[in-house]
């Protein structure tokens, strides 16, 4: 496999659910990133995880919680969600000292009911 | 901080008519700026970036874009639209030289919707 691949591509919850979203990125970069895509909004940058280590958290409730157990591996634990959380959720990844240029996966589109 | 303004949420084309879709941004730093695409179902794919030097960039799928400093600018163009490039079209920036692990800060996207 080349390139981020994100799994499961389709999820349906419930609001006392919970789940995990998976990205892996065979690219040998060493940040890692979440984005929140919702209609007729700009992406949201969630998190950010350079070499490992969690750099960003731009205020996301703490009923997302992400994990990154190495440079490869990136991912968001779900739960206790609410209905306005349905989202496409991207991961992307890049060189930590590249000039930011990142590579997104197909995202993965979660619906909460 | 950083922001992106793409103003038209959606731009219908004639196929083979030429397309200009408009972004700008704010800065108090100097960025590097980028133009992805999403095409339905897909995750964004990188179209073209400046990052220095020339202020006209050539990307894929025959697309360009020009920096404009003074106005805080980078429209992307394209002369002759077809079918399969109707998708969303996103512009970001970065500060540049932060190391990478910044992100990047989108605009809301705009919807090119191709006619025949």
């Known amino acids: 496999e080349t390139g981020v691949t994100q799994t499961p591509r389709h999820l349906v919850m419930g609001m006392t659910n919970k789940k995990s979203l998976k990205c892996e990125q065979h690219?040998?970069?060493?940040?890692m990133y979440w984005y929140k895509q919702s209609a007729k909004k700009p992406l949201e940058l969630m998190f950010v995880y350079s070499l490992e280590e969690r750099v960003e958290n731009n205020s996301v409730p703490s009923r997302f919680s992400p994990e990154c157990p190495n440079s490869s591996h990136l991912f968001l634990h779900l739960h206790t969600l609410q209905p306005e959380d349905s989202a496409l959720y991207l991961c992307?990844?890049?060189?930590?000292?590249?000039?930011?240029?990142?590579?997104f996966g197909e995202g993965s589109r979660l619906t909460v009911l | 901080a950083q922001s992106v303004t793409q103003l038209d949420s959606q731009v219908p084309v004639f196929e083979e008519a030429p397309v200009e879709l408009r972004c700008n941004y704010s800065?108090?730093?100097?960025?590097?700026l980028f133009w992805y695409v999403q095409y339905p179902n897909q995750g964004l794919q990188l179209l073209l970036k400046?990052?220095?030097?020339?202020?006209l960039v050539k990307g894929i799928n025959g697309f360009e874009a020009e920096f404009n400093k003074s106005q805080t600018s980078f429209h992307l163009r394209k002369p002759s639209v077809h079918i399969s490039d109707t998708a969303e079209y996103f512009c970001?920036?970065?500060?540049?030289?932060?190391?990478?692990?910044?992100?990047?800060?989108f605009g809301k996207g705009t919807h090119l919707i191709i006619q025949p």
């Open positions: 690219l040998g970069h060493n940040a």
């Open positions: 400046y990052l220095s030097g020339s202020t």
């Open positions: 970001a920036v970065t500060p540049a030289g932060g190391g990478g692990a910044d992100g990047l800060t």
């Open positions: 992307a990844s890049s060189q930590r000292t590249g000039r930011g240029e990142l590579f």
């Open positions: 800065s108090s730093v100097s960025v590097y």
